[in-house]
């Protein structure tokens, strides 16, 4: 049965009901399932957004009846909403148009016979029955062989353009699924389903997979270009705050502090130094146990004195929390009896031995949200430690079989991709409620939706090498594009790195000029040299600090710190754009530049904002690089050299250069 009903399209047939409802300006919302009832949360999307749209109901040859050798008229159903239109046939395939009927994604479906008259008897959308109302679903829309992809978060790869790539669903230490992509036919598409799953965007066909859901559930957005549907999108999913004044500057940070002492005296030495230092980060295992969510007296004795002198310094802090529990935490009981831990399906609940065996904080759970934010408020917020760094926020399981947790709101394997959102919301809210009205979390992972809380995802633990650090670009670029604008890395990779090393110092000083550029300007890593330090159980890592690694190494950190900020008045007016529509701050060539075919191919260069062409050298041994010109002027940053746009040019790239040019 097809049918129009209260502004939108309904389809029932075999037991499935199908909802098509229009979304936002420009979009179209789509939801499916074999359940007595649809799944009520909306997950990334705000239920306010949706509302009537404009339907009809007639007969007409399809091209969704078409594709399956069907050439009789068909009922077919039509939404409208803004710049987009989506059709359903009486056999339930859909079909979506932009502006003057231009096709944009269609569903593929074979259940009868396909163009050679082979009867595969393929749906385009698939149920298997799992467990109770839960099913293994599959999506099958059309493929185009020109189009491009773009987005989908933070994935280990140098692709990107993600046509031809297949995307595990889920959440791992440095990879962050964020299920929304632009495409270059002129839509983007937000898989809005948190389930553990994954998508091929196959030359064939586009499948997406969710291993254990209730429901299919997907949001398409029309629009003339990238920006104007990239703008709906977050419009849609919620915006970033205004990044604080702190964000814009230096951050310095190493694996790890072990002291106080250690950490203060690190911050004097770069005042001594005339450095400016935006913030200073204490990084993990300075507690007492995991779950104790509080500092160890032992090395860190007067956390409201340390915080005072930072602040006297102009430096904020930063620290690390985790949200593990020990089976030794003086939480661990009370969290247990009452259910605020992540649970397993079967055997023991040790989810993690780092080094104790613990659990993790179930952040879906709101009681267990109240009771994490109670202990952060009492033994950092009112100690005047109030930045926090959401380390293990996938959250990292010893073993990532997402089929052994449940969370209060579900198994992980329907609901697991969402955690890292569950885990910003207890900080966003709690710091709001304390009156901070901008809050920004360091954040290991996200999902759609998480930039409204303030989500800042760095790269995870990544490896110190050249190879690495090309992926990374391309991280960052796609992470902008599936909707979170902060974001950064840690300079120089975080595995590895030894200090008189030539070939880290190379890679240092290039990713370190790259940095400036990028949203947040924060150095980290695990460097080789540490030290033991006695009673603890990490002791402090190698010297990380900019003055580390020799003279000229300094010289060119100081460089791009003094760059850095006088870029700040610039970098204010983007953050503000990024808030007030959700523009991403490092931005693909054809984001800004769309008629241009070459933009949309230029893998390894980004617009910073939109006045900014940068071009990281992440090539070992690399003394200049080739650098495509979209079109208008553009001038040298460091040579003050004009160049006319809509031309390849090769630039000059010595150790102490990163190509960028302004546009005129």
């Known amino acids: 049965m097809l049918k129009t009903e209260e502004g939108k399209i309904v389809y029932r047939y075999g037991g499935e009901t199908v909802w098509l409802e229009a979304f936002g300006q420009n979009g179209v919302r789509v939801r499916s399932t074999q359940n007595a009832a649809f799944d009520t949360r909306h997950w990334?999307?705000?239920?306010?957004?949706?509302?009537?749209?404009?339907?009809?109901?007639?007969?007409?040859?399809?091209?969704?009846?078409?594709?399956?050798?069907?050439?009789?008229?068909?009922?077919?159903?039509?939404?409208?909403?803004?710049?987009?239109?989506?059709?359903?046939?009486?056999?339930?395939?859909?079909?979506?148009?932009?502006?003057?009927?231009?096709?944009?994604?269609?569903?593929?479906?074979?259940?009868?016979?396909?163009?050679?008259?082979?009867?595969?008897?393929?749906?385009?959308?698939?149920?298997?029955?799992?467990?109770s109302n839960l099913f293994r679903t599959e999506v099958r829309f059309c493929a185009n062989a020109d189009e491009k992809i773009f987005g989908m978060g933070q994935y280990q790869q140098h692709e990107l353009d993600l046509k031809g790539c297949v995307l595990e669903?889920?959440?791992?230490?440095?990879?962050?699924?964020?299920?929304?992509?632009?495409?270059?036919?002129?839509?983007?598409?937000?898989?809005?389903?948190?389930?553990?799953?994954?998508?091929?965007?196959?030359?064939?066909y586009t499948q997406w997979v969710a291993q254990k859901t209730g429901q299919i559930d997907y949001l398409v957005i029309a629009g003339d270009t990238p920006a104007e549907i990239h703008r709906e999108?977050?419009?849609?999913?919620?915006?970033?705050?205004?990044?604080?004044?702190?964000?814009?500057?230096?951050?310095?940070?190493?694996l790890r502090y072990a002291s106080q002492q250690e950490l203060l005296g690190v911050a004097r030495r770069y005042r001594q130094l005339g450095i400016p230092l935006d913030v200073i980060v204490c990084d993990f295992f300075h507690w007492t146990c995991e779950g104790d969510f509080q500092f160890d007296?032992?090395?860190?004795?007067?956390?409201?004195?340390?915080?005072?002198?930072?602040?006297?310094?102009?430096?904020?802090?930063?620290?690390?929390?985790?949200?593990?529990?020990?089976?030794?935490s003086k939480n661990y009981l009370q969290m247990a009896e009452n259910g605020l831990l992540t649970r397993?399906?079967?055997?023991?609940?040790?989810?993690?031995?780092?080094?104790?065996?613990?659990?993790?904080?179930?952040?879906?759970?709101?009681?267990?949200?109240?009771?994490?934010?109670?202990?952060?408020?009492?033994?950092?917020?009112?100690?005047?430690?109030?930045?926090?760094?959401?380390?293990?926020?996938?959250?990292?399981?010893?073993?990532?079989?997402?089929?052994?947790?449940?969370?209060q709101l579900g198994p992980s394997m329907e609901v697991g991709n969402s955690y890292p959102r569950f885990y910003l919301?207890?900080?966003?809210?709690?710091?709001?409620?304390?009156?901070?009205?901008?809050?920004?979390?360091?954040?290991?992972?996200?999902?759609?939706?998480?930039?409204?809380?303030?989500?800042?995802?760095?790269?995870?633990?990544?490896?110190?090498?050249?190879?690495?650090?090309d992926r990374q670009v391309k991280a960052g670029i796609n992470m902008g594009i599936a909707g979170i604008p902060w974001w950064t890395t840690d300079?120089?990779?975080?595995?590895?790195?030894?200090?008189?090393?030539?070939?880290?110092?190379?890679?240092?000083?290039?990713?370190?000029?790259?940095?400036?550029?990028?949203?947040?300007?924060?150095?980290?890593?695990?460097?080789?040299?540490?030290?033991?330090?006695?009673?603890?159980?990490?002791?402090?890592?190698?010297?990380?600090?900019?003055?580390?690694?020799?003279?000229?190494?300094?010289?060119?950190?100081k460089k791009y710190i003094a760059l850095r900020e006088s870029l700040r008045p610039y970098l204010r007016k983007v953050m503000e754009k990024a808030h007030t529509d959700g523009s991403p701050i490092m931005q693909p060539l054809f984001y800004a530049y769309p008629k241009d075919t070459v933009c949309w191919s230029v893998e390894?260069?980004?617009?910073?904002?939109?006045?900014?062409?940068?071009?990281?050298?992440?090539?070992?041994?690399?003394a200049s690089r080739k650098v495509y010109l979209p079109k208008g002027e553009w001038q040298c940053i460091h040579t003050g050299t004009r160049y006319p746009g809509g031309q390849w040019i090769e630039l000059p790239a010595p150790i102490d250069v990163i190509p960028v040019l302004k546009k005129i």
């Open 491 to 557: 300079i120089g990779g975080f595995h590895g790195g030894k200090g008189e090393n030539p070939l880290f110092r190379e890679l240092f000083c290039r990713w370190f000029a790259w940095a400036c550029f990028c949203p947040v300007m924060r150095l980290h890593g695990n460097r080789q040299g540490g030290h033991d330090v006695p009673g603890t159980i990490y002791g402090s890592g190698g010297d990380n600090e900019i003055y580390s690694f020799g003279e000229e190494v300094f010289a060119i950190c």
């Open 604 to 622: 390894d260069e980004y617009l910073f904002g939109p006045e900014y062409l940068v071009a990281p050298v992440t090539v070992q041994g690399a």
């Open 297 to 328: 007296p032992a090395y860190w004795p007067d956390p409201e004195g340390m915080c005072r002198e930072l602040a006297e310094m102009g430096i904020r802090l930063m620290v690390s929390v985790w949200p593990t529990v020990s089976i030794h």
């Open 169 to 204: 669903l889920a959440q791992r230490n440095s990879q962050v699924s964020v299920p929304f992509y632009l495409s270059s036919l002129g839509y983007g598409f937000l898989w809005n389903n948190p389930a553990i799953g994954e998508v091929a965007f196959g030359k064939n």
């Open 44 to 131: 990334a999307l705000d239920p306010k957004d949706a509302h009537p749209g404009k339907t009809e109901l007639f007969c007409a040859e399809s091209d969704a009846a078409k594709s399956y050798g069907d050439t009789d008229p068909v009922q077919v159903a039509r939404l409208t909403n803004g710049s987009i239109a989506a059709s359903m046939d009486a056999n339930g395939v859909i079909c979506f148009t932009g502006k003057n009927g231009k096709p944009l994604l269609k569903e593929c479906a074979r259940r009868l016979c396909d163009e050679v008259g082979m009867a595969l008897g393929i749906g385009p959308r698939v149920y298997k029955g799992e467990q």
């Open 425 to 469: 919301k207890v900080f966003y809210e709690g710091m709001t409620a304390a009156g901070e009205p901008a809050p920004l979390l360091l954040s290991r992972s996200a999902w759609a939706g998480s930039a409204k809380y303030g989500a800042l995802v760095w790269s995870g633990d990544i490896i110190s090498s050249f190879e690495c650090f």
């Open 344 to 407: 397993t399906e079967r055997g023991v609940a040790d989810m993690m031995n780092m080094p104790d065996k613990v659990s993790f904080f179930d952040a879906t759970n709101p009681e267990a949200r109240q009771f994490v934010w109670q202990q952060i408020k009492q033994n950092y917020w009112d100690k005047g430690a109030r930045l926090y760094w959401l380390d293990v926020a996938e959250p990292e399981y010893g073993s990532y079989d997402f089929d052994l947790y449940r969370y």
């Open 233 to 254: 999108y977050m419009q849609l999913t919620g915006l970033p705050p205004m990044m604080p004044e702190y964000g814009l500057g230096f951050w310095q940070c190493k």
